[in-house]
């Protein structure tokens, strides 16, 4: 079965520190991988996607890492700002089928002032 | 806004009650997908469709759910016999032909809440 796990499940930081947030995917055979930023009651918003060949990418403070053959992926946050406050979900896709996608449950973060 | 368009926003109905909701996407995008989120909770894929064909369906999407598209543009998705567990936020997305699966742009969903 296709799983998407993500770790910690919320987090808090003070502004202006960095963190990171873990996704570890079963998913086969694997396509690629997203990072969507969800604020509260809001629809996802894409931040960056990865597929098998990528290592690393980076999108003005997120930078997203992807090892394909430990199946694991990272966002890390520079310099956290309160507007980074939100659920992070990590969203993995197979090759096949239309509806691929497998969803994590998100972390939630807090940035504090 | 040229975005993925859902309405409305918030819908508080009584159990029992019929509820249908709507989605607008992309204008260009020919797939369009439904999902249901509950608190704290990733996004649970309900259905799919390519322009007006619903080609795939969730073991979520019970007898009470039904989705349509009928001319390949927007979407509706009703709900008959609410219940209290269906109270959850509906996700529209929507993507180009030809898009990997994970481009897809999300609406702001409808928030349901079955009183």
């Known amino acids: 079965k296709n799983q998407v796990e993500q770790s910690p499940q919320s987090l808090i930081i003070l502004e202006g520190k960095n963190c990171t947030l873990q996704c570890n995917y079963t998913v086969s055979p694997f396509s690629n991988l997203r990072w969507y930023k969800q604020d509260t009651g809001r629809g996802p918003v894409s931040l960056t996607i990865m597929t098998f060949s990528e290592n690393t990418k980076s999108n003005g403070r997120y930078t997203a890492t992807l090892d394909a053959d430990t199946k694991q992926s990272s966002l890390h946050i520079t310099a956290s700002q309160l507007s980074d406050s939100a659920s992070y979900i990590c969203?993995?896709?197979?090759?096949?089928?239309?509806?691929?996608?497998?969803f994590g449950k998100g972390t939630m973060l807090l940035v504090s002032p | 806004d040229t975005g993925v368009s859902q309405n409305p926003r918030h819908k508080i109905t009584k159990r029992g009650q019929n509820v249908t909701f709507r989605c607008d996407p992309i204008s260009e995008h020919n797939r369009l997908y439904w999902y249901r989120q509950t608190l704290g909770q990733g996004p649970e894929f309900l259905t799919y469709f390519q322009n007006e064909a619903q080609l795939e369906k969730s073991r979520l999407l019970s007898d009470r759910f039904s989705a349509e598209r009928p001319k390949g543009s927007f979407s509706t998705l009703e709900i008959q016999r609410t219940e209290q567990g269906d109270s959850a936020m509906y996700l529209c997305a929507s993507s180009p032909q030809g898009a990997r699966d994970t481009e897809a742009f999300f609406g702001q969903g409808t928030r349901l809440t079955v009183v």
């Open positions: 969203v993995v896709s197979a090759k096949s089928g239309y509806s691929t996608l497998t």
